[in-house]
């Protein structure tokens, strides 16, 4: 088990999180949480409900901000800048939620991934359809009247339309079928081999962890355990409180 | 003790365990709770039971005429009381129910034509007032309901602008009544005059001797006023209250837990409109006259300001907006009352946009004297320029540091007050040094500004005063000053 | 007949300046589901503007520029003071209340109302403010144009109607033909959302606000032309362009401008055909009938929300 | 015998058939699972029962009477009560609040009663109170003591979702209908709900149906699993059948799952 | 208690102490311009009369915009009740407002003295609106209305005549009295009623039929009765407009061919004037003498002089009841609104008042023509 706040903090990884405090109102969320992601890694983030998870993906992404400590994309320093700035820095997001536009249809919802590069060209769609052909079919159809699944598969293709370095993803399976979880993690698979980071908030550690390089568990908005994947899927202390029985 | 909390909390030394959710549950004690006698002041005003207030403040409230012998004062005081039950009803509808009710002041009209239709000359027409009031109350309460009953399918901006409607739908009934199919049933935009005063048998409660305004309106306004506060504090937390926050927080979750979410909004309705209306026939009985323009946009404002000020939802914090809007605007308009009131705001705002406690002295005397060299420097150069007329006032003190021209030229009220503006908004914008430097200027503008182009037009001036406030409390305290804190989670 | 064609020409500018004022409202409500109450009051700063730049220019009496060019110069002025004006409201009193209840920001909204009207009044007085359009050019503005039947549509109605429907059509194009557009749709659909798709919200707000506030400005400079304007007149028309704004689907354009047509029309016939005295009722009563009849408004859309 | 009938019932949004001619019955005392893909039609189910959506076709009938046309709280009044997916706490009210609001079916007090605080009025308030504690302390200490007082919104997930439980109870159902009890949990959380679903039955006496992708839940509580596809039932028995039943394979557990079963 | 109150306000006020002198009148809302007329009037004649009358008054202002009825004026009642220091009170300018009010100052024996509440009903009739504390110095609408329509009768000689109203007190008064003169003499009338918010008369013109002789205006915000005129033209009607008092604002209401009465001459043509309009116009350099102004000076003047009288009677102290009785005992010898000051035996009214009418010339001036 590695020594948790010991992280060396390089300057150079594509993410860091140096010692950030973040809150909601007054109550105090993330407590000096420093992680890192280097290019190209696959990194897990566990952690019991309310443990924060959801909060480190907005720190990073900057919809709340943190009250101290520092948050870097490749080295630069973003603590300030919006949330638009950061994703123009080459991060994506699968929120919580899927957040689709719902009154916009399919083809739209993923221009919209691809707002800042000016829509997408032809190649984005292509491999977004490649990777889920039934978008092709539902293109036209209004995000909001499809299923849990297939908005799902929306949300997935419209944060890859930008290209990103880093894609951050929040519980991606929550409320899917088994097969669709499946595939799921085909696709991120997938995607993560073909060069993109990506840190993955999941409560199913059990296959996350099968799939990550690394992994950091988080309790009570603080770090408690970080490691590579395979070590972590061998400790004890989390296996009895989140892989059960 | 873990360094990460704040001061003041009792969160048990163990670290964090892998697994563990009991810490959010425990996220009031994670809050930063003022450490020190003043936390434990705060502490304990905060476990004082709500009855206690209630009396400690009637108890105040009554005992106001035997200080104040002004039967100005304690007309304003009558009428801060008629504000508290407006803003009580007002609460029902907006803040339990959750309803953006616009049409809420023609209940009050209603209340108050509706006694002046029953105890006047009009139609000969002279109910004792235990009967006219209760009369009143239930035709308040029908009202809302049947005003309720188009709009409880609609919601949110949809409700409001039927609402509106309904009030605009008043006026224009009111003031066109005096010729409805033949007859005159409102007396139109005349409205109806000598309307009875209270009276028990033969006994009148008189309105006022001499033209003074009689204390016993104020005694009766307080009685209805704590009747109304501990009747509708005990339907809120009954089984009634708690389905209205429900439905407003949820509707459809309510109707599902077996709640009759349509049922709830007309009784909500008729709730806040049996108020108004009570409160309509106390101002019919005072004023003895009704007009249509009384019952308007300006009058819903004010008692939604008292709302929102106070926070919605809360009883004490409804009453303390009422208690503090209704007095504030009636001082504004007397320009040297304003005064005392402008210069002590701005000695309070610079106490709180200067936490620290030098910066801000070095900013008063630097301002001082700032103000005291303008006035020598323009007065050597042309006399005119301070020989304008003061209003007087802090010992003459304030004659020789602000600048009053003799003529106002027509460029200067609007240069300076658009200046000002301006000002104000750059020091909101920087910060640090610069902020306490800009600071000396942009005082010494307001006054400036105050005692030469507001003090002028106090009717203006005091509802750019109430502007102010309201967006200023808005964005300092958003949910209003008693209000909780609301949270709306995605 | 003659009646008939009078009120459709009464209706119709009307109705067009209605639709600006109503645009403004959907447009701001629909990225900030915010009531923008102080919106009747850009107008009238608006109108305010366009009167001293009038005055600057020599008035109607003696203009130093061309007719055309002056009323140019008239609506262009007041659309840019009202956009700055638009973007200062923004910035100080709502953005500080991005996150705070929904009611907050409409409290501050009437606070900028009252602070407007009131400081306008301040500074200008109560006195209204007639531009006297009829004194220009003897009075051609109202005496040409051409005849329909016995009914003269005046040179001055065309000249509102022609530019409050040209400034209606660039809109539509800016938001539904442009990636600001775009992301201004995206913005009203999921504000959060659309900021993980790396649009910059704070930039879409402010383009709203000068969007909504440049149409205000130009839509009190063109009622100015045929009434005169008062510093109070800011709550009456907010009223009539929210209930257009309503009536159309608040949110929705060609909503906003349909309601504002709905509402000249109504307006106007009932006064012409029914009754004078009661056509605020009349028109009220039509239009709380079409709400129940249909709560979205006219081209609304009921909400999405999956249950 | 059958406590909830559904016979033949069809819905459709637009052209699309959400459920399309759906026979369902559930016995008193039963543990029913609902599984199927995304977008199958489970949630419109639920739905359906509770009064929310009206059935194009078809009837619903509890203890043997209709119930469809009826609005949702009577419908919550004759005994059904439900979670919801996407939760929908009263979040600005207290825990304990959130539970006793529920109780506004059963009670009879009315307003003028409340504001005299009449002594039946007052019996009656302490017994709602007596109720909502019973129904929080029935999640052991997860919802109890000082979370009482608590804003349903500083909750954390799991506890939102035990919290609708406990609200659903409040309202004195016969039949429980709950909407993915499990998601959002981690595995040992799940395991915690899947033993509690079924104390609800065997303590608190309700008639349950449960909408789960979790199949370990799934397999932990049902006495009987339903599965649908495109709001047409394509499979119903014991777990075990309907898990290994072929369409359901293909449709909805995937090979994997299906072979760790 | 309130007896002690009673017993204060019967007290008597030190002449040599400093008198507030309340000025009723709206300051804001659609007609400011009229409270920022009668202000600026008020103002002066405190200025220049109270020093040799030997009083010290300070001049004050209350506000009652229209747009709020006449609540506001019985708030100001209850808070000059309340003042010792208030003797008289001018005002209020509005009917609606004094017949609100009046029974407050009454209980007071608080004297107030309208500079243009003209309704009839105030003082005429048998059941009068205002008490006996209320005075005005100009003639009501009892005179105003048939003059009007006589005018437009005997002068003017019309067939068809199109009656506006406002919706509030005063112009619903007026169009109501000159609408009975016209009907009583055959002329055909049509009754339209605007909202007092209305801003866009476009579809009350399309009513105007087009054999129609006069619009009846009697609007209190000028300028709308400009716009009206203007719409008139544009739609090709050969109406004229007649505006009553309340649009008498030669800066805002200025179309060619339009009517106005007024209760007040141009006094800038009464020779005993000029004195007090020259020094007006250095107090208020830019503006153009109106027609409220000068009865508000007057109406100060009888104040002052009222309160003089009372106190040289009280050896310098005085009370209302004092200042209330000796209003009547007032007599001013060449007053501003030409001739004198002389109090009707009957009513609170002045005698030999009359209503003048204007017309207006193409280049905006008021020729006097009635
Ligand atoms: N907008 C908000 N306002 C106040 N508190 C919030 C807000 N959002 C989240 N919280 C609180 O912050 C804490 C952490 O929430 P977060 O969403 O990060 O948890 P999580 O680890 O993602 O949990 P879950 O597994 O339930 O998604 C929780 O206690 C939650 O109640
Ligand atoms: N109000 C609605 N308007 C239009 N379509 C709807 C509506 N409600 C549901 N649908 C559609 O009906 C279908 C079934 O939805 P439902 O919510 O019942 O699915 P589900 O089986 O609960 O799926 P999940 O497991 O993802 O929750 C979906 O295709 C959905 O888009
Ligand atoms: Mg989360
Ligand atoms: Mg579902």
């Not at chain 2, 309720?148 to 919601?155: A, C, D, I, K, V």
Request: hydrophobic share 45%; charged share 15%; glycine share 10%.
């Amino acid at each position: 088990m590695t020594n948790v706040g010991s992280t060396e903090l390089s300057g150079k990884s594509l993410l860091e999180l140096d010692r950030v405090d973040t809150y909601y109102g007054q109550i105090h969320i993330l407590q000096g949480l420093s992680i890192r992601i280097e290019a190209g890694e696959l990194v897990c983030l566990l952690g019991g409900n309310a443990s924060g998870k959801s909060t480190t993906l907005k720190t990073i992404l900057g919809i709340v901000r943190p009250r101290n400590g520092v948050v870097r994309v490749d080295g630069e320093d973003v603590t300030k800048r919006p949330t638009s700035y950061r994703i123009g820095r080459g991060l994506a997001i699968v929120p919580e939620n899927r957040r689709l536009f719902a009154p916009m249809t399919v083809l739209e919802n993923l221009e919209m991934g691809a707002y800042l590069r000016g829509g997408g060209a032809k190649e984005d769609f292509e491999r977004v359809y490649e990777l889920f052909p039934l978008l092709y079919e539902r293109r036209s159809q209004l995000a909001g009247t499809l299923s849990g699944g297939e908005q799902q598969m929306v949300a997935m293709g419209r944060a890859l339309m930008s290209r990103p370095k880093l894609l951050l993803m929040d519980e991606p399976s929550m409320g899917l079928a088994p097969i669709l979880v499946e595939k799921n993690f085909e696709i991120i698979k997938q995607v993560h081999e073909s060069g993109v980071a990506m840190l993955i908030v999941e409560q199913n550690a059990n296959v996350s962890l099968s799939i990550a390089d690394r992994g950091y568990v988080l309790s009570t908005g603080r770090l408690v355990l970080e490691g590579p994947a395979a070590m972590l899927r061998e400790n004890e202390e989390l296996r009895k409180a989140y892989l059960g029985r | 003790m873990s360094d990460s909390t704040p001061h003041g909390s009792h969160v048990p030394a163990e670290g964090p365990a892998v697994g563990q959710d009991e810490w959010v549950a425990r996220h009031a004690e994670q809050r930063f709770m003022p450490g020190g006698p003043l936390g434990a002041l705060e502490d304990r005003i905060r476990r004082v039971p709500w009855w206690a207030w209630l009396i400690l403040f009637l108890a105040a409230a009554s005992t106001l005429p035997v200080f104040e012998h002004s039967g100005y004062v304690r007309y304003v005081a009558f009428s801060t009381v008629l504000y508290m039950l407006l803003a009580l009803g007002l609460n029902v509808v907006v803040g339990w129910g959750g309803l953006l009710d616009l049409g809420y002041v023609a209940f009050y009209g209603i209340g108050a034509y509706a006694y002046a239709m029953l105890d006047s000359d009009k139609f000969g027409i002279h109910l004792p007032t235990i009967v006219s009031v209760p009369l009143v109350v239930a035709i308040g309460a029908i009202g809302g309901f049947l005003l309720g009953l188009p709009s409880r399918r609609l919601t949110g901006d949809y409700l409001a602008i039927v609402t509106l409607f309904f009030l605009q739908l008043f006026q224009t009934i009111t003031t066109n009544g005096d010729a409805a199919f033949g007859h005159n049933l409102t007396g139109g935009p005349n409205g109806i005059l000598n309307v009875d005063p209270f009276h028990l048998g033969k006994h009148d409660l008189v309105v006022q001797h001499e033209g003074i305004f009689a204390v016993s309106y104020f005694y009766v306004a307080l009685a209805v006023f704590a009747v109304v506060f501990v009747a509708l504090r005990f339907v809120n937390q009954s089984r009634t209250g708690r389905a209205w926050r429900s439905q407003r927080e949820d509707p459809l979750a309510a109707e599902a837990m077996g709640m009759p979410v349509n049922w709830l909004k007309l009784l909500s309705f008729s709730f806040g409109a049996a108020v108004a209306a009570l409160t309509g026939t106390l101002f019919a009985a005072q004023s003895a006259s009704v007009f249509p323009l009384t019952f308007y946009f300006v009058l819903l404002i004010i008692v939604y300001t008292m709302v929102i000020l106070g926070g919605s939802g809360s009883q004490a914090g409804v009453v303390a907006g009422a208690v503090i809007v209704s007095p504030l605007l009636e001082l504004l308009r007397d320009p040297g009352k304003s005064r005392v009131i402008f210069f002590l705001a701005l000695v309070g705002g610079l106490l709180l946009m200067s936490r620290r406690s030098r910066a801000l002295g070095i900013v008063a005397i630097v301002t001082l004297a700032f103000g005291f060299a303008v006035h020598e420097i323009l007065g050597a150069i042309d006399k005119s320029w301070i020989a304008g007329e003061h209003q007087g006032g802090f010992a003459g003190v304030t004659d020789h540091w602000v600048v009053a021209p003799a003529h106002m030229a027509r460029w200067i009220a609007p240069t300076s007050y658009i200046g000002l503006i301006a000002a104000v908004l750059l020091v909101t914008m920087v910060r640090g040094r610069l902020r306490l430097a800009l600071l000396v200027p942009t005082v010494y503008l307001t006054a400036f500004v105050w005692e030469n182009v507001m003090l002028a037009k106090p009717e203006p001036a005091r509802y750019i005063v109430l502007g102010v406030i309201l967006i200023a409390l808005m964005i300092l305290r958003p949910n209003g000053l008693l209000g909780e804190r609301r949270v709306e989670i995605v | 007949m003659d009646t008939f064609l009078q009120l459709t020409v009464d209706a119709l500018t009307l109705g067009s300046v209605y639709a600006l004022i109503a645009l403004g409202y959907t447009l701001v409500y629909g990225v900030l589901k915010l009531l923008n109450f102080a919106h009747g009051d850009v107008f009238m700063v608006g109108s305010f503007i366009g009167f001293g730049v009038l005055q600057l220019l020599g008035g109607t009496s003696k203009p130093v520029v061309p007719v055309w060019l002056l009323l140019v110069l008239m609506v262009l002025a007041a659309m840019v003071g009202c956009a700055v004006l638009g973007v200062v409201i923004e910035r100080f009193a709502y953005r500080p209340l991005r996150d705070a209840p929904r009611i907050a920001p409409l409290i501050s909204a009437l606070g900028v109302s009252f602070f407007l009207a009131n400081s306008m009044q301040l500074l200008f007085g109560a006195t209204p403010r007639n531009y006297n359009i009829f004194d220009l050019a003897n009075a051609s503005l109202y005496t040409k144009g051409f005849n329909v039947g016995n009914v003269h549509v005046a040179l001055l109605r065309i000249i509102t109607v022609v530019a409050a429907f040209v400034l209606m059509v660039l809109l539509w194009f800016l938001v539904n033909r442009t990636r600001t557009g775009k992301a201004m749709r995206a913005t009203s659909y999921d504000r959060e959302a659309a900021a993980m798709m790396g649009i910059d919200i704070d930039k879409v707000i402010v383009f709203t606000f000068v969007l909504g506030s440049a149409l205000a400005g130009a839509g009190g400079v063109l009622q100015s032309l045929r009434v005169p304007t008062t510093v109070a007149i800011g709550f009456v028309v907010g009223l009539k362009g929210f209930t257009a704004a309503v009536i159309g689907g608040i949110g929705s354009i060609p909503g906003a401008m349909a309601g504002g047509l709905i509402l000249g029309f109504a307006e106007s016939f009932s006064q012409g055909y029914i009754s004078t005295k009661w056509s605020d009722l009349i028109v009220f009563s039509i239009l709380i009938a079409f709400m129940i009849f249909r709560p979205q408004g006219l081209l609304g859309r009921a909400d999405i929300r999956k249950v | 015998m059958a406590i909830l009938d559904i016979n033949g019932v069809s819905l459709s949004f637009g052209g699309l058939k959400v459920v399309d001619g759906l026979d369902l019955h559930v016995n008193e005392g039963e543990i029913v699972s609902v599984i199927g893909p995304n977008g199958a039609g489970k949630t419109t189910l639920f739905n359906l029962i509770t009064g929310i959506y009206r059935p194009d076709e078809g009837d619903i009938t509890l203890d043997d009477q209709s119930i469809v046309g009826l609005q949702p709280h009577v419908i919550s009044q004759r005994g059904v009560s439900r979670t919801f997916q996407t939760l929908r706490l009263f979040l600005n009210m207290s825990v304990k609040e959130n539970v006793m609001a529920a109780a506004y079916g059963h009670t009879r007090a009315g307003v003028f009663r409340s504001m005299l605080r009449t002594p039946g009025m007052r019996r009656e308030e302490r017994e709602i109170e007596r109720l909502a504690q019973e129904r929080l302390a029935f999640f052991g200490k997860r919802l109890m003591g000082y979370r009482w007082d608590q804003p349903a919104y500083s909750l954390s997930y799991a506890n939102r979702r035990r919290l609708e439980i406990a609200r659903a109870t409040a309202t004195n159902p016969r039949i429980l209908l709950l909407d993915e009890p499990a998601a959002g949990m981690n595995p040992s959380e799940t395991h915690e709900i899947t033993e509690l679903i079924g104390e609800l039955r065997t303590e608190g006496g309700y008639t349950i149906l449960v909408i789960e992708h979790d199949m370990h839940v799934v397999e932990g509580i049902s006495d009987r699993v339903v599965a649908l596809d495109h709001g047409v039932k394509i499979a119903e028995g014991s777990f075990d059948a309907v898990a290994t039943n072929a369409k359901v394979v293909e449709a909805y557990l995937g090979l994997q799952t299906a072979a760790t079963k | 208690g309130s007896n002690r109150i009673a017993a204060v306000s019967a007290a008597g006020v030190n002449c040599k102490s400093t008198i507030t002198l309340p000025l009723v009148t709206p300051v804001t809302g659609g007609a400011g311009f009229l409270g920022a007329e009668q202000g600026s009037w008020s103002k002066y004649a405190v200025k220049t009369l109270a020093k040799p009358l030997g009083l010290k008054v300070k001049f004050v202002l209350g506000d009652t915009p229209v747009e709020q009825g006449p609540a506001p004026a019985q708030a100001l009642a209850q808070k000059y009740v309340a003042d010792k220091s208030v003797l008289v009170v001018l005002g209020p300018s509005t009917s609606g407002a004094v017949a609100a009010s009046s029974s407050t100052y009454y209980a007071a024996k608080i004297a107030h003295i309208s500079p243009s509440a003209t309704r009839t009903s105030l003082t005429q009739g048998s059941s009068k609106e205002a008490t006996p504390a209320f005075f005005r110095v100009v003639p009501g609408d009892y005179i105003q209305g048939p003059s009007d329509a006589n005018f437009m009768i005997k002068t003017l000689k019309v067939k068809k005549v199109v009656l506006l109203d406002f919706q509030e007190p005063y112009s619903t008064g007026l169009s109501d009295s000159v609408e009975g003169v016209l009907k009583k003499a055959g002329v055909s009338t049509t009754r339209l009623s605007a909202p007092n918010t209305t801003t866009d008369y476009s579809a009350y013109v399309t009513k105007v039929p087009s054999d129609a002789d006069i619009v009846f205006f009697p609007t209190q915000k000028p300028g709308d009765a400009q716009t009206f005129a203007q719409q008139l033209v544009e739609q090709g009607k050969k109406a004229k407009v007649f505006g009553g008092d309340g649009s008498n604002d030669p800066s805002a209401f200025k179309a060619g061919g339009s009517y106005v009465s007024n209760f007040a001459p141009d006094i800038t043509g009464i020779k005993a004037d000029a004195a007090i309009v020259a020094g007006w116009k250095k107090e208020n350099p830019g503006k153009a003498v109106g027609s409220f102004g000068p009865p508000s000076y007057g109406a100060t003047q009888v104040a002052l002089n009222a309160i003089a009288l009372a106190c040289k009677a009280g050896h310098g102290t005085t009370t209302r009841q004092a200042v209330l009785s000796s209003i009547k005992k007032v007599k001013i010898k060449n007053w501003i609104l030409g001739g004198d000051l002389r109090w009707s035996t009957k009513s609170n009214d002045p005698l030999n008042a009359k209503f003048y009418i204007f017309q207006i010339q193409s280049n905006g001036a008021y020729k006097l023509v009635g």
